[in-house]
């Protein structure tokens, strides 16, 4: 079933932009597609993902697979396409629940579940062995106080506190290799209004230099660094998996199913 908050492309992506739990907003148009994530009237993400250039306006005003070319966005709480506020799986907003770090503990294994469940369907689209070569190049969670809750669910500190920008200290079981540039902003939303006092625009600009700087003369998705060359890739491309008579193709089997084959599963096709 289709949830809220998990919208991710089958192959690697560029930046996956991170929040809490999908908004009223996401509720009310998304059910169908009518809108992007996170595009209420008053939240800035979008006009500051095009304005920086992290993002293009074939993402913004295109199909949802054009947006997913460029984007994705995952939220720590989910909910069924349909369920209102109250009923919704991930709302913590429900009452009582304002700086509950126990909502947390409980949906933190299921968000870093998808995290690593997106990295291992990515690694197989461009041929990985090794499993990580699909995680995202960037992961940017839109809010500080979200971050810092998920370090306090293991009391993990920051010396002088979690700041705005590239982070060094991952959460505890981190499901991400540190290939992952993990940055955290001040939020977007037109509710926050410390936009400002955490670094504002100057943080995103700042992102999307870094980005710039790291794609430059570089197609993404990258090759799979557990690949040596390019022949190995088209050398296995060409060879099936012979089981009890049937044949199916290697490179569409997964990591772990790769690693249990014996020299005698195997054959290439000329």
């Not at 998990?6 to 148009?29: K, L, Y």
């Amino acid at each position: 079933m289709r949830m809220f908050g998990n919208f991710v492309g089958e192959a690697p992506q560029r930046i996956i932009i991170c929040g809490e739990n999908p908004s009223e907003w996401d509720r009310a148009t998304q059910s169908q597609f009518k809108s992007r994530p996170w595009k209420g009237p008053s939240n800035k993400l979008w006009p500051i993902l095009l304005k920086e250039g992290i993002i293009t306006a074939k993402a913004d005003e295109g199909s949802e697979q054009e947006m997913l070319d460029e984007i994705g966005f995952v939220d720590i709480g989910l909910a069924e396409w349909g369920l209102a506020s109250t009923q919704a799986q991930g709302n913590f907003r429900k009452p009582g629940s304002k700086n509950n770090p126990a909502w947390f503990r409980e949906y933190k294994p299921g968000f870093f579940a998808r995290l690593a469940e997106h990295m291992q369907r990515a690694s197989d689209t461009i041929m990985c062995t090794c499993g990580e070569c699909g995680a995202p190049a960037f992961l940017v969670f839109n809010s500080k106080t979200t971050y810092e809750k998920l370090l306090a669910l293991d009391r993990m500190k920051v010396e002088g506190g979690i700041k705005c920008g590239l982070q060094t200290v991952k959460p505890k079981d981190w499901p991400l290799p540190e290939t992952t540039k993990v940055y955290v902003m001040p939020s977007t939303s037109g509710l926050n209004r410390y936009f400002e006092d955490d670094g504002g625009f100057a943080v995103w600009k700042a992102l999307s230099e870094d980005m710039r700087a790291y794609f430059e003369n570089r197609a993404w998705p990258f090759k799979p660094k557990c690949y040596p060359c390019r022949e190995d890739n088209l050398a296995r491309q060409c060879r099936v998996v012979v089981k009890g008579g049937r044949k199916r193709s290697l490179s569409r089997l997964g990591r772990r199913s790769q690693a249990a084959l014996t020299d005698t599963d195997l054959q290439t096709v000329h």
